[in-house]
């Protein structure tokens, strides 16, 4: 059974940080892309950063360049969004998502398995 967990969303002020996790299990976890996605109440859900199997490729939408960085660890199966700077506009719940077809994919109809995501709130 595939299980996709995330953990590390919370409260913080605008200027914080938080990495976020996303644990993966009953999968080849290694040889797929792993994305962070993010929905905001009212708003479909956006991609936020995607990173290949082996890490050489990776996509970042424009409203987080510099400020969020993923990275992946194959050998924990885990992936990781770390946030800087953050931002209220930043606020949603997070999403992880894996998908199989090696494409470092920005769309969430592309993705095949999703975890059951992590909340994240920017607010003094």
């Known amino acids: 059974q595939v299980q996709l967990v995330e953990s590390g969303g919370g409260l913080v002020q605008p200027g914080g940080s938080l990495r976020l996790s996303c644990a993966a299990s009953g999968l080849n976890f290694n040889s797929y892309t792993a994305g962070w996605f993010r929905q905001a109440p009212g708003k479909e859900r956006e991609a936020v950063a995607a990173?290949?199997?082996?890490?050489?490729?990776?996509y970042y939408a424009d409203s987080v360049k510099g400020r969020f960085t993923i990275s992946r660890d194959n050998a924990k199966m885990t992936a990781y969004l770390q946030m800087n700077s953050l931002k209220p506009e930043d606020t949603g719940i997070y999403y992880c998502g894996v998908e199989v077809s090696g494409t470092v994919s920005r769309l969430a109809y592309e993705y095949d398995w999703w975890g059951q995501g992590t909340q994240v709130t920017v607010s003094s």
């Open positions: 990173i290949s199997w082996s890490g050489g490729s990776i």
